[in-house]
Nanobody, 129 residues
Framework: QVQLVESGGGSVQAGGSLRLSCAAS??????????MGWFRQAPGKEREGVAV???????TIVDSVKGRFTISKDNAETTLYLQMSSLKPEDSAMYYC?????????????????????WGQGTQVTVSS
């Protein structure tokens, strides 16, 4: 069973940096292609995609965080990262790691949350001004 466990959230002042980690287990990267990504949800708002990455390492970063956030994964494909810099108060949210898998190739990863069927429990990021 696929498990995703986030860590690294916390409180930081505007302009600061944080790195989120997502430990992924329960899947075989040799059998399945995957898309993994980071999503966030602020109180009263819909969950939105932030950054996604596929098995080949291709990434998509949404415009609101482009140039400030970077998504990456380790060589063992067991940990997903989100490096966040130049943080703004509007980046405050619960951040979630998510994934979906396919036997066939996944050239493009969706940034909409509804495409993902495996989710972590989330980690809170709070940016103060």
């Amino acid at each position: 069973q696929v498990q995703l466990v986030e860590s690294g959230g916390g409180s930081v002042q505007a302009g600061g940096s944080l790195r989120l980690s997502c430990a992924a287990s329960g899947y075989s990267s040799s059998r399945y292609q995957y898309c993994m990504g980071w999503f966030r949800q602020a109180p009263g708002k819909e969950r939105e995609g932030v950054a996604v990455i596929n098995s080949d390492g291709s990434t998509t970063i949404v415009d609101s965080v482009k140039g400030r956030f970077t998504i990456s994964k380790d060589n063992a494909e067991t940990t997903l990262y989100l490096q966040m810099s130049s943080l703004k108060p509007e980046d405050s949210a619960m951040y979630y790691c998510a994934a979906y898998f396919n036997v066939g190739m996944l050239r493009y990863c969706y940034t909409r949350a509804s495409a993902y069927n495996y989710w972590g429990q989330g980690t809170q990021v709070t940016v103060s001004s």
